[in-house]
Nanobody, 116 residues
């Protein structure tokens, strides 16, 4: 199973980006899909995840009402809409697909840079 993340780039403060992560390979559906981010010198932190049943867990300290996670279950794809970006959001964003105790997949990361 592979997770392919895309959508990162350079954006000015106050701008927006939409990240996508598509799963492919020998799996019908992924239980939980989510996003993490890692800024230089920092640990990888959870941004948000969404379960197969539609439950969303978002780290308020990170999201602050600006990010929205969604999924297209038919396409095994998870999205992260990021609005009102600021320089503190600069990081490599990683998608993850997992089922506790069964499998755990990471995407390759997509870089987001917020700078004027």
């Amino acid at each position: 199973v592979q997770l392919q993340a895309s959508g990162g780039g350079l954006v000015k403060p106050g701008g927006f980006l939409r990240l996508s992560c598509a799963a492919s390979g020998s799996i019908d559906s992924i239980n939980i899909m989510g996003w993490y981010r890692q800024a230089p010198g920092n640990q990888r932190d959870l941004v948000a995840y969404m379960t197969a049943g539609g439950y969303v867990n978002a780290e308020d300290s990170v999201v602050k009402g600006r990010f929205t996670i969604s999924r297209d279950y038919a396409k095994n794809t998870v999205y992260l809409q990021m609005d009102r970006l600021n320089p503190g959001d600069t990081a490599v964003y990683y998608c993850r697909g997992w089922h506790p105790g069964r499998y755990n997949y990471w995407g390759q990361g997509t870089e987001v840079t917020v700078s004027s």
